[in-house]
C-alpha cells in the first residue's frame, strides 16, 4: 500500500487547518432534534417562521420568502451555486444563519447532493442554482431524482420577467425543459405568489409518490417587496384539488390478495424504492414473517430487509442473485410492493415468472399494468397497505413450506458458490472488486451509508456489501447517472452525519463530478471514496467483450494520478493494488477525519455475473465467458 | 377508466394453474403483454384546473408516452378556473387507459374519463371553403343543404360552409365536396358530452 500523503494515524486533514485558521473544525449536524446546537437554532428558527416574518430591518422581498419559507419546512441544508439572477437571494441569506448553504462547484453536484441527502433523511432534499446554464446543469439531477422518485425542490433564478422571451443573457425556457421531467414545476413572477408555490412544492414532492418539483423564480420576484403570508398546510391541501394521492388500498382488492397469498405455495415478495418512501420495513417483516414469505429486492430496495434475516432471499434483476432469479421464474405468485417492474428486472416480459399470478401495490396507480398484467392491483402506501392485509392473513407454520424452502436453500447456496468472486482476477494474482466492495462492507460493520455510481461498481455494491439497514444503500437506478456517487455521498452524510459515508465509484463516474471534492474539503464532508479504478469504462467493456464481440471502441479510459488528485485538493489518498493492501487501506481511510480517498487498482477485465443480455429473460442468465475459470 | 385511482389493472391475465412444481419438460405459456387489444378510437374527457401551460403538459405528456392524439378541443366550462379538454386518440383499452392514469399523475388535471363505452353526444364543427363557379354554385348549395351545412360566407369563385356534426358526418361531408374543390378546411376536433342526468365536473371533488 502507498500512502501519498502523511501519516495515516495524523493526516494532515484540513479540518486542522481550519482550526489553525481560529474556526471551528467541529462538523455540523443538522439532524432535526438530535440536541446539537445547530439543530436546535433550526428548530428554533422554523418555529419562529411559522408565527411570524422575521424582523428584518429592512424591506422584506421576495428572497426573504424563500428563506422563511425553507425554514418553515424544516430545512437545514441547501447546496447550491451562485449567478447574476438568483444574486438577490444571496443578498440575504447571511440574515438566515440557520439555513447552511453549501457551495457546490457544479450544479449537477448540487443536485445530486440534495437527492443524496433526500434518500437518507425521507427528507425533501434542496438544491438551487442561476438561469440559464445553471439550470440546465440542474437537469440531470432533476432527473435522476424523478425517474427514482425522490423527493426535491429545485429553485432556480430567471431573468426579469421583462426579459422572458426576449433571449435575454442566461435565458433559457428552463420551464420548459424540466416539464416533463418533473412532478411539477412552476415559474414565479410576482413575489406574492411565493409562499404558496414553495409551499405546494414541498407538499408534492413529498406526498404519495415522491417525486422533484421545480421553482423558477424571476429576479424581479426575488426582488419584490412583499406581505403575503404562508399558507397553512390545510391550505396548501386545498389549493391543489387535482392532487389526492389514494393512500388506502381498496378493502376489496385486499381480499382479494389474501386469497392469493393463502392459496399460493411459491410465493416471492418482490419489494421496492416505495417500501423505504413509506418507511414501511417494519410492516415488511412483519408481514414476511407472518406469512413466511421470502423477499427479494430490487435495486432501489436494498435495505427493505436486513440481508441477514432468514426470510431476506436477494437482490434481483438482470446482475441480480441466480437464485432470486430463479425463485421468481419458479413462483406461483409474486406480491410486488412498491416496484415497477423495470425492463432491468423483468427482462423480457413474455417469459417473466411465466407461472405466477401477481398481487402489485404501489402508490401510483399508472404503475400498475403498465409494463406486466397483473391479478390483484392494490393502489396505495406500501406501509398502510401491509398493515391492512398482514392482520387479513393466516400466520403460517414454516413447516408447511419446507419443501420450498429447502429448494430455496439449495439455489442459494449453488448461486453463491458459483457466483462468488466469479471472476479471473483470483488466478491472477490480481485485485477482484467484490473482494473489495466486501471488505468494505466488513470493516464498516455494515452500518454505513453506501453511495454507488453507475456501471460495474454499482452492480457489485448492491451484490457484496450486506446491507443491513433501511436507507443504508443510494443509487442512481432508474436514469443511471454515472458522476452521481461523489456528490450524493456529501449529501448523505450531511444528512446522517452519525453513519460513515462511502461513495462507491469507478474511474468513469468519478471524472465526471470530481470537482466537487473541493466541497468536501472546504465543508469538511467526511466522505470516504472507493475509487475502484479498472483504467476502463467497465461495463461497457463487458458488454462489448459478449455482445458486441469484442469491438471495444472507447472502453478504456485513462485517468490521472487520482492520488496526486486527491492530494491537490487536500484529501488524504491510499492506494490498494493487491488484496493484502485493502484491510489497511480502508482503516487508513477511516482513520481520516474528513474526505479521504481510496485509490484500488482493480482488476481491467472483470465481468459482473451472472448477466441477463438486454432483451433476453431473467432464466437466460449468462455465468461465465471465455476462460474455464472466469 | 375514470379518474378514480381505486380501478385500475382490468385486464387480468387468464388464471395461470396453481404449479407446485413447475414441470421441466414443458415450456409454460408466454405472458401476456399489457394491451396489444384491438385498436380503436377513444375519447378522453379530461377537466383540468385552468392555469397557464396545462394545454403543454397534457400535449407534452401524451408526446413522452407514445400517445398519438387526434383531435383535441379545450376550453372553458362554467367555472371559471376549470377548463375541459376532449382528446381522442387511437389506442387498444389497455394502451388509453394507460394513458388516461398518466393524465391523472398531473397535479393540474382533476378528472380523467374514457367516455368510449358510454351513451355521449358527440359533436364537431368544421368549415370548409369550397370552390364553387357559377356555373356549378346552384349544384354546391343544394349538396350543402341537402347535408344540413350552412353557407356562412359567398364570394366570387368559393362558398364557406359551416357543417357540424360527428366525427364520421363530417367525414362523410368533406368527401361528398370534394369533387368540387376544398380550397380551405378547418376542424374544431370533437366536443363530447355524456348523455343524461349525471355531470362529469360535479362528480369532481373540490
Redesign the interface.
Known sequence: MTITRGDPAHPPSPVEDAAAAGRSPARRSHVPNDGSADAAAVERARKAMLHEARDLKRTRIGADVVCEALLRQGVDVFFSYPGGVILPLYDVLGDYPELRHVLVRHEQGGAHAADGYARVTGRVGVCMGTSGPGATNLVTGIGTALLDSVPMVAITGNVPSALIGKDAFQEIDINGITLPMTKHNYLVRDADDLPRVIAEAFHIARTGRPGPVHIDITKDALQQETRAEHPSEAEVVAGLPGFRPNLDGHGRQLKLAAAEIASAKRPVILAGHGVLHAQAWDDLRAFAEKTQIPVAWTLLGIGVIDEAHPLAYGYMGMHGWKHVNRAIQSADLLIAIGMRFDDRVTGNVRTYAPYARIVHVDIDPAEIGKNVAVEVPIVGDAGRVLRALTPMVAAVDPATRAEYFDQLADWKADSIASSWHGSGAWRDGLLSADYVIERIGELTDHEATYVADVGQNQMWLARYTGFRHPNSHVSSGGLGTMGFSVPAAMGAALGRPDRETWAITGDGGFQMTSQELMTLVADHIPVKIALLDNKKLGMIRQWQEIIYGGNYHSASLPGPDFAKLADAYGIPAFRARTPGDVDDAIRSAQAVDGPALIWFEIAEEQNVFPMMPAGKGLSDLIEKWGGADE | MSGD??S??????A??????H?PAHSA???????GGGETRRHVLVAV??NKP?VL??VA??MR?RNFNIDSLAVSHTDSDDVSRMTITLHGDD?AV??AA??L???????KVQDVTSEPTIQQELALVKIRATDSNRAEVLKLVELSRGRVVDLADGSIIVEATGTETEIDAFVALVRTYGIKELVRTGAVVMARGSGSIEEA???
Open positions: 385511482p381505486g385500475n389493472g382490468k385486464a387480468p391475465r388464471a395461470a394453474p396453481s404449479v407446485a413447475p409454460p405459456p408466454p405472458r401476456s403483454l399489457p383540468v384546473l401551460g403543454n403538459r407534452s405528456l413522452a389497455v387507459e394507460q392514469k398518466q391523472y399523475r398531473l397535479i393540474d388535471v382533476l369532481i371533488k373540490r
